[in-house]
């Protein structure tokens, strides 16, 4: 179930009070439980201060947005803590601390990765803030505002003889694992045919809807390879025993994600900033173990990082 809460981000002071939600989000309450001493729970947020000047580049009379958000259940992504509805993650964060900057309330609503962008456009949501992926195709139709660096990676279990893939054809064969909706099945999907081309079998895109389910296809040996961010491919292999990060594959900035057009963009841009400037950012990509991924100033819809 997605459920739909008002949050007022101003009177936050608890170090383990984060976004709340009900649902399952795909992840049991056990499975949780099993990993949260991992889960970091430190409050990097609760401080940030509203700041006015970049408050009044909000449109007249917004206070309230509403913000969609996909839990995958694998941080730095967005996931539950212990108690099962505690939302928490390097998204959370860092929308929790624009919120503040901003003096917005948010009534935050989970949806699965797929499923926001798409609904930006029909005004469903106001923003998307899940490790969206700048890309010059989806610049088409929806504006983005770069908060981190992330990317494309692989990563597989430790006995398998990949080393690292930098051209996709090395995949020929294989069964890949990746998120759906995601940039990632798109570029596996656009390249099937450099396996076919090469006179080889065409690998076989794999695609899951949760993280969870991707792992276990790989531990069990469903599948062969996982693609996906480079930040979570990070977190799970040094989380989960037998596995192995092979290698970065494409950088891409990361932003939050509003519908074409949108008058919030410049308001965003000057929070991000702010956090930039106050040290928020830096304890926010701390605390997730994250630092490789900094910006050093936020963009409104940057061309994608090629090469």
């Known amino acids: 179930m997605r459920t739909r809460l008002l949050v007022p981000f101003v009177a936050i002071t608890s170090a383990t009070l984060?976004?709340?939600?009900?649902?399952?989000?795909?992840?049991?309450?056990?499975?949780?439980?099993a990993r949260s001493d991992r889960v970091p729970t430190t409050d990097v947020v609760s401080a940030e201060k509203k700041d006015e000047a970049a408050a009044k580049l909000l449109p007249a009379g917004t206070t309230q947005l509403t913000v969609a958000i996909s839990v995958g259940g694998t941080p730095p992504g967005t996931t539950y803590l212990s108690d099962g509805t505690t939302l928490t993650g390097q998204d959370v964060d860092f929308t929790k601390a624009v919120a503040k900057v901003l003096g917005l309330r948010l009534k935050v609503e989970q949806a699965s990765f797929e499923a926001i962008l798409p609904a930006l456009d029909s005004g469903k949501y106001d923003v998307g803030a899940s490790n969206f992926g700048v890309t010059d195709e989806r610049r088409r139709t929806i504006d983005f505002v770069t908060y981190v660096n992330d990317g494309q990676g692989f990563a597989t279990r430790k006995d398998s003889k990949l080393s690292e893939v930098t051209d996709?054809?090395?995949?020929?064969?294989?069964?890949?694992?990746?998120?759906?909706?995601t940039t990632f099945e798109a570029t596996l999907e656009e390249n099937r045919h450099l396996c076919t081309d090469a006179g080889e079998k065409a690998y076989q895109v794999q695609t899951y809807a949760e993280p969870s389910a991707i792992w276990s296809s790989?531990?069990?040996?469903?599948?062969?390879?996982?693609?996906?961010?480079?930040?979570?491919?990070?977190?799970?292999?040094?989380?989960?025993?037998?596995?192995?990060?092979?290698?970065?594959?494409?950088?891409?900035?990361?932003?939050?994600?509003?519908?074409?057009?949108?008058?919030l963009a410049p308001a965003f841009r000057a929070a991000v900033n702010r956090l930039l400037a106050d040290g928020t950012y830096a304890r926010i990509l701390k605390k997730w173990g994250t630092t490789g991924s900094a910006i050093t100033t936020s963009r409104i819809s940057p061309p994608e990082l090629k090469g």
């Open 18 to 33: 984060l976004l709340t939600a009900c649902g399952s989000g795909g992840t049991g309450t056990s499975a949780v439980a």
């Open 168 to 181: 996709l054809r090395q995949l020929c064969g294989l069964n890949v694992a990746t998120g759906a909706g």
């Open 218 to 263: 790989v531990q069990q040996g469903r599948s062969d390879v996982v693609m996906s961010t480079i930040n979570g491919l990070h977190y799970a292999v040094a989380h989960q025993p037998g596995l192995k990060f092979l290698n970065e594959y494409h950088r891409l900035d990361v932003g939050f994600a509003f519908k074409k057009g949108t008058k």
